[in-house]
């Protein structure tokens, strides 16, 4: 089963609007990947972060790892038709064990 | 630079037949791992090589195995198949195993 837990399963989104993705873990990780995966593809590889209460923004997405290094954020502004796709995240537990993905649809 | 290549994109196989999944790293990555993708467990750990060793294992049956090669390409073998391991099986390699992964494409498996 899932060691790094992900909410929400599926995100239905208005275009223009933002949504945020959540991850959480019960144990404390040394790092935290996000990855994309588009419809018929394999997961892109996104972010890493490391450190505790890291962010970082890629243009509309920013990313954030909790203090506690057991959770992290993925929200995304101002949502487009290329924000398609389902977003992992990723810890080491051993080995990187993913989340179960959050599924955005956009309506356009 | 040229990706992560998996072969063969689609394999159908019977139940209790076995089959055999290559994945071809990123020259220079050393650590190559192995995932289930269904769409009711998404993607699940199998098993992560680094020169050639056996690092981390998932937690799937002994029916699951792999090996790598010196030159870090990797094999993933499933015997005795059954309905259940139908899925999409993804290789990701990466410099070490901490590393960002980079995925291939994936071998679609359908066991009948």
């Known amino acids: 089963g899932q060691q790094v837990m992900q909410i929400p399963q599926y995100q239905h989104v208005q275009e223009g609007e933002d949504f945020t993705t959540y991850c959480n873990s019960s144990t404390t990780l040394s790092n935290i990947q996000w990855y994309k995966q588009r419809p018929g593809g394999h997961p892109v590889f996104l972010i890493q972060l490391v450190k505790s209460g890291e962010v970082k923004k890629q243009k509309r997405l920013t990313f954030q790892f909790g203090e506690a290094k057991k959770n992290s954020s993925l929200h995304i502004t101002a949502t487009q038709t290329t924000d398609v796709g389902t977003y992992f995240c990723?810890?080491?537990?051993?080995?990187?064990?993913f989340g179960a993905g959050t599924t955005v649809t956009v309506r356009a | 630079k040229a990706g992560v290549t998996q072969t063969p994109r689609y394999l159908i196989k019977t139940r209790g037949q076995q089959v055999t999944l290559s994945c071809s790293p990123i020259?220079?990555?050393?650590?190559v791992s192995w995932y289930q993708q269904t769409p009711g467990q998404g993607l699940q750990f199998l098993f992560e090589y680094f020169s050639e060793t056996q690092r981390n294992k998932g937690n799937f049956p002994g029916r699951f195995s792999g090996r790598q090669f010196s030159n870090s390409r990797s094999e993933m073998n499933v015997s005795t198949l059954e309905l259940g391991d139908s899925a999409l099986y993804l290789c990701?390699?990466?410099?070490?195993?901490?590393?960002?992964?980079?995925f291939g494409n994936g071998t679609r498996l359908t066991v009948t």
């Open positions: 990723a810890g080491l537990t051993p080995g990187l064990s």
């Open positions: 990701a390699s990466s410099l070490a195993g901490v590393s960002p992964l980079h």
């Open positions: 020259s220079g990555h050393r650590s």
